[in-house]
């Protein structure tokens, strides 16, 4: 089942990203300053990892990793990456399945150009939920 809506559609296209040798202090300033809750951490201009507020919590401060250590240090990697073209459901189910919060966004030349997030999604569930009973009726 298609919700007609594209992640194109929703994805945030501002995605923050720091290379990887930045040290977990600026990933945490960088959040801070933009009050956002994740980072993606790249190597060039290919994205590698992300640092999320969990990570910051999970990694830093429960294990008392140095403010200094390099972002590719503790960065969730590998990414699970999607197209812009997918449809909403399908990132969903991705995102389900991986246990994930954020999707980052590539096109085809594999560039950054955006993030969709559990709240992303959670905004327009009312949105979702007529759709879905529009398409069920139809079947009906």
Do not use: C, W
């Amino acid at each position: 089942m298609e919700s007609g809506i594209k992640v194109q559609d929703i994805m945030k296209k501002k995605v923050f990203s720091l290379d990887i040798n930045t040290p977990i202090y600026e990933v945490a300033k960088l959040m801070k300053e933009k009050d956002i809750g994740s980072v993606i951490i790249i190597d060039g201009n290919e994205a590698k990892g992300i640092i999320t507020e969990r990570d910051l919590v999970r990694k830093i401060v429960a294990y008392k990793v140095s403010f200094s250590t390099p972002a590719k240090d503790i960065m969730s990697s590998p990414l699970i990456v999607i197209h812009p073209d997918i449809d909403l459901i399908g990132a969903v189910k991705i995102m389900n399945k991986n246990n994930i919060r954020r999707l980052v966004v590539i096109n085809d030349e594999e560039e950054l150009v955006g993030i969709i997030t559990e709240n992303d999604v959670l905004g327009l569930l009312p949105s979702l939920i007529d759709l879905l009973e529009e398409k069920l009726a139809e079947r009906l």
